[in-house]
């Protein structure tokens, strides 16, 4: 059961959770004992140490949740991501150094009876139920029905690693498959600066432009890329931008575009530098470090915008409680 993502907030006989930023997961307890991801790829084998979080569970019961990293109290979706590795020995040194933690928030199985064809609100108390027999590492994640109080965890829960809000339908059986949540998440604009661009596979118009900010040394730092732009547009803003090719732009900075990594499964990374001097205001709904987690969303050219006014600044960092203290 998916989501699908929406700026408004939803009318009717919901109910609201944060969403976290990890590994959508469905635990198996005995006889299967297995966690899958949300393709249904094996999963344990990256995260052993949740093996006990499978223990804890009766046999016949079935949960769906979100296997999180917690780094300083907040959720690190790259310390997540490096679990992913070939090496036995080195997914054991990060599961000894950054253990992952289990979020529950839906029980599609309870001791051998299935649960999915049952509205949302008998599963959940089901799943309350059965939270109270659990351990380390299992978390159960907060709910409500009010949606004020939803709208105060939308901005409190931020600095736990909460990037919005799951309105789910209190009535609904288990949609398997169909988007039938709804996410609410952040979005925030910002002023960048263009310092590079990817050409488009088909060739000769735009994949994506390579966007940057200025630290307090005056360095220009890439964190991320915006695409999405219609055909007509992309072939304009190419050729624009092939005027302003120039022999660097980001400098010799750690994290630069085009870096290989076992996340880009051999994708072409090339790109072209250009004259650090377009500005464009984006969207994201998220940070990762000092970088957007996910694409941004192109919102306007910036010709009255100096490129060095673009700095870091601008970025927001939420304050507030720890991922501990909001699951409990």
């Not at 790259?78 to 990060?94: F, G, Y």
């Not at 299935?114 to 799943?127: A, H």
């Not at 288990?174 to 709804?182: L, N, S």
Request: glycine fraction near 10%; charge should be negative; include cysteine.
């Amino acid at each position: 059961m998916e989501a699908r993502t929406s700026e408004r907030w939803p009318r009717g006989d919901y109910v609201y959770e944060p969403k976290w930023d990890g590994f959508r997961s469905v635990s198996w307890s005995r006889p299967e004992s297995r966690i899958d991801s949300r393709n249904q790829r094996p999963l344990l084998r990256y995260f052993p140490e949740l093996a006990s979080a499978l223990d804890q569970l009766p046999d016949g019961t079935v949960l769906d949740g979100e296997i999180v990293v917690v780094v300083d109290g907040v959720t690190d979706f790259d310390s997540l991501q490096q679990r992913i590795h070939p090496a036995a020995s080195r997914i054991n040194m990060l599961s000894a150094q950054t253990p992952a933690e289990m979020v529950a928030f839906d029980i599609l199985a309870d001791r051998g009876e299935d649960l999915r064809e049952r509205p949302f609100r008998e599963r959940r108390e089901r799943l309350v139920t059965l939270s109270e027999s659990l351990g380390d590492p299992w978390h159960l994640t907060p709910q409500t029905d009010d949606e004020e109080v939803a709208r105060e965890w939308f901005d409190d829960f931020e600095s736990a690693g909460c990037d919005g809000i799951v309105a789910k339908d209190a009535g609904l059986a288990y949609q398997h498959g169909r988007r039938a949540m709804i996410k609410i998440k952040h979005r925030r604009t910002v002023d960048c600066v263009v310092g590079g661009f990817r050409e488009h596979k088909d060739g000769g118009k735009i994949g994506s432009l390579l966007l940057g900010l200025y630290d307090d040394r005056g360095e220009l730092h890439f964190i991320g890329h915006c695409s999405g732009f219609g055909d007509a547009d992309r072939v304009e803003i190419f050729q624009r931008f092939k005027e302003l090719i120039a022999h660097d732009s980001f400098g010799g900075h750690a994290r630069a575009p085009g870096a290989q990594s076992r996340w880009s499964a051999g994708k072409e990374l090339d790109w072209t530098p250009v004259e650090a001097g377009v500005v464009v205001e984006v969207s994201y709904d998220q940070l990762e470090g000092d970088r957007f987690r996910h694409a941004t969303r192109f919102h306007r050219w910036r010709p009255d915008k100096e490129p060095l006014q673009c700095t870091m600044d601008q970025l927001e960092r939420p304050e507030g409680p720890g991922f501990h203290e909001v699951v409990g």
